[in-house]
């Protein structure tokens, strides 16, 4: 996570200067995008891993693909955004018994303040509150042509929990329009948008709806990095 801050840092840094360059003259024009979003979700999973390694199960990395989309709209006379992302994101780890699967959903609803608004390039920042449903399953090793009356007869070889949570969201956007339809002025945006969330609620698990107690807390702390492809409409 350490390595990938710096690296945003730099990428947005070169769309500043690269605007500061552009002939193009600032805009006061609203914009509706709709977006997909690719990516990498940095999140430690210590508590979590402690209750899996104390029982055996395969622990998880602190990395996973994500995947997403939204839609964001610009106001261009305030300089406001607001944005709504949705995101799936998921891992497998395995060990010699058994194998872990985790994946996460997530809604984030933002809102946001424009830096720069020119006809090719966007930056702004942004702060708001997402929502989390984690879910995990652990699957134990059973041998290649075990019986159907085999394995419904056998001990249980699948667990499966759930948990949900709030998050507070930070973090920044910058895209850039390559091509923009004269006719329609219609753009392609691409760009990136790097963030930090932090859980703001307790972490409740639960399994078929219901409770589990003394469940572990998810750490303190999400980074995200992703690119976002999209057009305006």
């Not at 058994?98 to 946001?112: R, V």
């Not at 702060?127 to 652990?138: A, E, P, S, V």
Request: hydrophobic share 35%; glycine share 10%.
């Amino acid at each position: 996570m350490k390595k990938l801050t710096p690296l945003f840092l730099l990428l947005a840094n070169c769309y500043v200067l690269f605007a500061q360059n552009e002939s193009d003259t600032l805009t006061k024009k609203n914009l509706f995008v709709m977006n997909f979003q690719i990516g990498m979700e940095s999140q430690k999973y210590d508590n979590l891993n402690k209750v899996f390694s104390d029982n055996g199960i395969a622990t998880l990395s602190e990395n996973s693909l994500s995947l997403g989309g939204g839609y964001y709209q610009l106001f261009g006379k305030s300089n406001i955004v607001n944005m709504y992302d949705f995101s799936v994101y998921q891992q497998t780890a395995s060990n010699q018994n058994n194998t872990t699967k985790l994946k996460g959903t997530g809604l984030d609803i933002m809102l946001g303040y424009v830096i720069i608004n020119e006809n090719k390039i966007q930056l702004f920042t942004y702060g708001g509150i997402g929502y989390t449903w984690l879910n995990t399953k652990i699957l134990t090793e059973i041998s290649n042509n075990t019986t159907v009356n085999g394995f419904l007869t056998g001990s249980a070889n699948q667990y499966e929990m759930a948990a949900d949570y709030f998050l507070a969201n930070f973090g920044g956007q910058a895209t850039y329009s390559p091509t923009i339809d004269k006719k329609t002025g219609e753009k392609l945006m691409i760009g990136i948008k790097s963030g930090y969330a932090i859980p703001i609620t307790e972490t409740k698990w639960t399994t078929d709806n219901t409770n589990l107690k003394d469940g572990p807390k998810i750490d303190a702390g999400k980074f995200y990095l992703r690119l976002v492809i999209g057009i305006t409409i």
